[in-house]
């Protein structure tokens, strides 16, 4: 749904903002699209959250504003090290396949290098099972979920 911005203020610059959509404009949809905690777009952007619908105008809290909590998870720790380990992997692979790449010197460094990063990644995971191979990580085990690369 298009919208336009009709209100700033200087002082909730990073916070808010107004535009010129509210209820009336789900009036004739089959389902109201416009609501409180509906995501604001820009683009392929989530910029802001809906946060107060008016009849003809509704305020967008911004994702810089300080206060607000997305509905959202960022990968952080575990998360974050399993998908750091996949592009490792992945990376490894990629140069075993392609050694025009880089002269041996450099590409025996950089795995080297990589696989010091991996092996660090294993000696930090504390709340799975890493499953080795001979040179890469093969698997985390979570419970009974197994994630492969």
């Given at each position: 749904?298009?919208?336009?911005?009709?209100?700033?203020?200087?002082?909730?610059?990073?916070?808010?903002?107004?535009?010129?959509?509210?209820?009336?404009?789900?009036?004739?949809?089959?389902?109201?699209?416009?609501?409180?905690?509906?995501?604001?777009?820009?683009?392929?952007?989530?910029?802001?959250?809906?946060?107060?619908?008016?009849?003809?105008?509704?305020?967008?809290?911004?994702?810089?504003?300080?206060?607000?909590v997305p509905s959202v998870?960022?990968?952080?720790?575990?998360?974050?090290?399993?998908?750091?380990?996949?592009?490792?992997?992945?990376?490894?692979?990629?140069?075993?396949?392609?050694?025009?790449?880089?002269?041996?010197?450099?590409?025996?460094?950089?795995?080297?290098?990589?696989?010091?990063?991996?092996?660090?990644?294993?000696?930090?995971?504390?709340?799975?099972?890493?499953?080795?191979?001979?040179?890469?990580?093969?698997?985390?085990?979570?419970?009974?979920?197994?994630?492969?690369?």
């Amino acid at each position: 749904m298009p919208a336009r911005i009709i209100f700033r203020s200087p002082n909730t610059w990073n916070s808010s903002f107004w535009i010129n959509v509210g209820k009336e404009a789900n009036r004739d949809l089959s389902q109201p699209i416009l609501a409180k905690n509906s995501p604001v777009l820009v683009g392929d952007s989530v910029v802001g959250v809906v946060d107060y619908v008016g009849s003809y105008q509704s305020r967008v809290r911004l994702i810089t504003d300080s206060g607000l909590v997305p509905s959202v998870r960022v990968a952080r720790g575990d998360e974050q090290t399993k998908a750091i380990a996949e592009n490792v992997s992945d990376l490894l692979a990629y140069l075993s396949i392609h050694p025009e790449l880089t002269d041996q010197t450099g590409k025996t460094a950089l795995e080297n290098g990589l696989r010091n990063l991996q092996q660090k990644l294993i000696e930090k995971n504390t709340h799975g099972i890493w499953l080795k191979g001979k040179s890469t990580v093969k698997a985390i085990l979570y419970g009974a979920q197994m994630v492969r690369f």
